[in-house]
């Protein structure tokens, strides 16, 4: 070494730094590096990387993955440096993040320490300014702020970048050597890093990138290659606007301009975020495409159903294929061969057969089967007319509204009245099987059994004809868009239904007859204005079956009979009358306390009358005589009637069937 080259190294060792300093005796040659920016808010020194605080900074990145080197050791894959500058620091962020190198657990345990080299090259000066110091858990450095772990390497370093050398036997007379000496990153100084890294475990060894970040292992450090060259450059902005980054494409998304001034590419506009399209973007005309794909959601399997891609909710579960909704099956799936078997399911088990009219569903051979209730054929028909033995005729005043299907033997529809349902007469030879008046309206079929259907007076069309007669033994379909027609064949199948639930009568009333009392009220007389209560709580069994006996029932203008469930919503009750049912002007039957009309049965031996303006809720039942709601009446149920029923003026009859046993 000569002479004037040890006496820089003395001088060298009076300079500002708070570190040992040594010479360096060439300058190393480095590997060019992404530059150091200059910025306005320097990071704080803490070991901790705050947020925001190195956005400007440059990272170049390891990229690993690289030969292990030595098994069981570390390896540095994923280090990462950041550099930032301003006109009195260097500011550095080291970051390392160690993996077991090789196979098996790593016995080295955490990293010892670290050593942190660097020079600084002032003013093409050829002895370099040269410092290190050594950074470990036990002894930070207080200009060094680090995170030090088995798992975790974060350094953060500052450096004065003026550095003011006392010219004391330095350098006389050399012109790469000026006094006072200061460092100039504007002048094309530079500055150049490596770091090592010790394990003072007996298993020792690293396995590093010497060629990335600088990294070395140790021992021992070897001249002075895998220097790092870092240089500075002002930040200049690259945008003030959003314009001002636009690349003129759409396919890779729109360009943003972020403080301070950085462009910024948005995610591409194409990409909806469902893992089972497929995203497709068109540059030409600025479109998307998303392809539902249920290719990519199926997974492989059977017994699960066939998986399906939704393009707004992704993936979508399959319906598993075997099952067949069959309460009363037992449902088995084999994967293996792809084929389904079904059980029956053992008797008894409880099941819903669907209809509303039958109660107690069980299964019964693998069938769902339920007991229909006493007068079943109420829950098809809004009105029931005749019986086995007698003929007999449904008649509507105008203007009313059935709210269900009709069951007859004849028809008379009144002007402007109209059924929400089939119209049905048992009738088989005549020209008026059924008569349909002025305005009137059948939502549904009309059926015969072979007799005719005629408007009335004659020359008033029938609804959705343009002729006023359909004879007997013909069909006819609507003109008007509605679906329905006319059927006076006598083949139609709606006329068997119609025959068995007039039937159904007679057998409905010979089992009400059977059933035990629940209590004899006797004759029921309710004066003008007066309200009568059958309470169900008081001499009857909520939530049961009760059969009260009456013998007779007369009403005053006016009046009102209350029906309580006693609080029950599963209370029925049948009220039994031996004799005549018969009410005045503005009647009423209210239920209260849970009783609800498909729990209610007004079943009589003898005729059935209401007066005008009556209004109630239950099917009523008449066996004798005519059953009738007359003008104005309001009520919730089914007419069924041996005999004649009538319907008259602006009444509404709202099909609600009867459920109760």
């Known amino acids: 070494m000569s002479s004037s080259r040890i006496v820089r190294r003395a001088a060298l060792l009076c300079t500002v730094f708070a570190v040992s300093l040594t010479l360096s005796p060439l300058a190393p040659t480095g590997t060019a590096h992404a530059d150091a920016l200059k910025t306005s808010s320097p990071p704080t020194i803490d070991g901790a990387i705050g947020v925001g605080e190195w956005d400007l900074a440059e990272i170049e990145y390891d990229t690993g993955p690289r030969p292990c080197v030595n098994p069981g050791g570390w390896d540095l894959s994923g280090s990462k440096g950041r550099f930032l500058w301003d006109d009195s620091y260097i500011y550095g962020l080291i970051e390392g993040y160690p993996n077991t190198c090789g196979p098996g657990a790593n016995p080295n345990g955490p990293m010892d320490a670290m050593n942190w080299e660097g020079y600084i090259n002032a003013n093409g000066w050829p002895a370099a300014l040269f410092f290190d110091t050594t950074w470990g858990i036990a002894w930070p450095f207080p200009d060094l702020g680090a995170t030090f772990s088995a798992d975790r390497l974060v350094l953060e370093f500052i450096i004065p970048i003026a550095l003011v050398i006392d010219n004391t036997g330095g350098c006389p007379g050399s012109p790469n050597c000026p006094q006072p000496y200061t460092f100039d990153p504007s002048g094309g100084d530079f500055f150049e890093y490596r770091i090592a890294v010790t394990d003072t475990d007996a298993a020792g060894g690293f396995d590093s990138n010497a060629e990335t970040l600088g990294w070395i292992v140790e021992p021992p450090l070897s001249g002075y290659e895998h220097w790092r060259k870092l240089t500075f450059t ?213 059926v015969t059994g072979g007799s005719g259907v005629r408007g009335w007076p004659r020359g008033t069309l029938l609804p959705g004809l343009s002729v006023d007669e359909v004879a007997g033994g013909g069909t006819a379909v609507r003109t008007d868009g509605s679906g329905f027609g006319y059927d006076t064949t006598g083949t139609d199948a709606r006329l068997t239904d119609c025959d068995s639930a007039q039937s159904n009568l007679d057998s409905a009333a010979s089992d009400l007859d059977a059933l035990p009392q629940t209590a004899n009220l006797g004759e029921i007389r309710i004066r003008l204005g007066a309200t009568h209560l059958i309470d169900t709580g008081a001499i009857g069994s909520p939530g049961a079956l009760n059969v009260f006996d009456i013998t007779r029932l007369r009403a005053g203008i006016g009046s009102t009979l209350q029906i309580s469930g ?96």
């Open 234 to 446: 002002e930040f200049v902005p690259e945008c003030q606007i959003d314009d001002d980054c636009d690349d003129g494409f759409f396919c890779n998304g729109a360009e943003t301009c972020d403080p301070p001034g950085l462009c910024v590419q948005s995610a591409q506009p194409c990409d909806d975020g469902v893992s089972c399209t497929t995203d497709t973007c068109n540059e030409d005309n600025d479109l998307c495409s998303n392809t539902a794909d249920d290719a990519a959601c199926d997974n492989g399997a059977y017994c699960d159903g066939a998986e399906t891609c939704d393009a707004q909710t992704d993936c979508q579960s399959g319906t598993p294929p075997c099952v067949d909704g069959d309460e009363c099956t037992t449902d088995d799936c084999d994967e293996p061969t792809d084929t389904c078997s079904y059980t029956a399911a053992p008797d008894t088990t409880p099941c819903d057969d669907g209809n509303e009219c039958t109660s107690g569903d069980e299964c019964l051979a693998g069938v769902c089967t339920g007991a229909g209730s006493t007068v079943a054929a109420s829950c098809d028909w809004a009105i029931i007319g005749g019986n086995a033995s007698r003929s007999v005729r449904v008649k509507t005043g105008t203007q009313s509204v059935i709210g269900g299907a009709v069951c007859m033997d004849t028809v008379a529809l009144g002007y402007a009245s109209t059924t929400n349902g089939d119209v049905v007469a048992m009738s088989a030879s005549g020209i008026r099987g059924v008569r349909i008046g002025v305005n009137g309206e059948v939502a549904g079929d009309t």
């Open 566 to 661: 006693g609080g029950d919503p599963n209370t029925a009750v049948i009220l039994r009358l031996s004799g005549k049912l018969v009410a005045k002007l503005r009647f009423s039957v209210q239920l209260v306390n849970g009783l609800t009309a498909e729990n209610l049965l007004i079943y009589s031996k003898r005729k059935c009358e209401f007066g005008k303006d009556a209004t109630g809720e239950g099917s009523v039942l008449s066996m004798s005589g005519k059953l009738g709601l007359t003008h104005g009446s309001t009520w919730s149920g089914t007419l069924l009637g041996a005999g004649r029923v009538k319907v008259g003026d602006r009444v509404v009859l709202t099909h609600v069937p009867f459920l109760g046993d």
